[in-house]
C-alpha cells in the first residue's frame, strides 16, 4: 500500500499549509475535485456568450455542495486548523463569498431593470461594471484554480 506523503497547500496570497491527509480527508477532496473542476465558473469567461448570472449561481452552489461534502465525510476531515475541513471553510469564506458578496445584489438590481425586448445576455453587456465584474472574476478564478490543483493533490490524483 502507498504511503500517504505530506501535501503542501498553497494559494499566494490566500494560505500555505502542510498536512498529511486521511483517507476522509483525501476523499473529500476528491469530491470537491470533482465539482470543482467541472464547474462553468473555473472555466474561461467567454464575453460574448457567457451569463455573469449563471457564474454567480455556479459559485453560490459550491457553499452547499462543500457543507455537505464536508458533512458526509465527518469529523476526520477537521483535524485542526491546518487540515482539510478547516482549509474548506475558509476557502468559502474567505475566497467565495467575497466575490459572491460584492456582486450578487449589484447584479441582481440591474438585472430587475431589464427591458422585455433585450435578451439577458445583450443587458448585461450593457452594465456599466460588466468590465469590472469580469477583472475581479479573472482575479477570482486564479484562486479558484490553483484550489482545484491543491484539491487533485490532496486527493492523490496529480
Not at 52 to 68: C, D, N, P
Not at 115 to 128: F, G, I, V
Request: with cysteine; net charge neutral.
Amino acid at each position: 500500500m502507498p504511503r500517504t506523503k505530506e501535501v503542501t497547500v498553497s494559494i499566494p496570497g490566500w494560505v500555505s499549509v502542510k498536512f498529511v491527509p486521511n483517507t476522509a480527508e483525501k476523499n473529500a477532496a476528491w469530491a470537491l475535485y470533482v465539482e470543482l473542476s467541472t464547474r462553468i465558473a473555473v472555466q474561461p469567461f467567454n464575453r460574448e456568450t457567457g451569463l455573469m448570472r449563471e457564474v454567480l449561481t455556479s459559485l453560490y452552489s459550491l457553499f452547499g455542495f462543500t457543507r455537505q461534502a464536508l458533512r458526509d465525510a465527518g469529523p476526520g476531515v477537521a483535524r485542526g486548523p491546518d487540515s482539510f475541513g478547516p482549509l474548506a471553510i475558509r476557502f468559502l469564506t474567505e475566497v467565495l463569498a467575497p466575490f459572491t458578496t460584492k456582486w450578487h445584489q449589484p447584479l441582481l438590481a440591474y438585472e430587475a431593470l431589464r427591458p422585455a425586448d433585450c435578451s439577458a445576455l445583450d443587458h448585461e453587456r450593457q452594465w456599466e461594471r460588466f468590465g469590472e465584474i469580469n477583472t475581479d472574476l479573472q482575479s477570482l478564478q486564479e484562486k479558484v484554480n490553483a484550489y482545484v490543483e491543491l484539491l487533485a493533490t490532496i486527493a492523490g490524483v496529480v
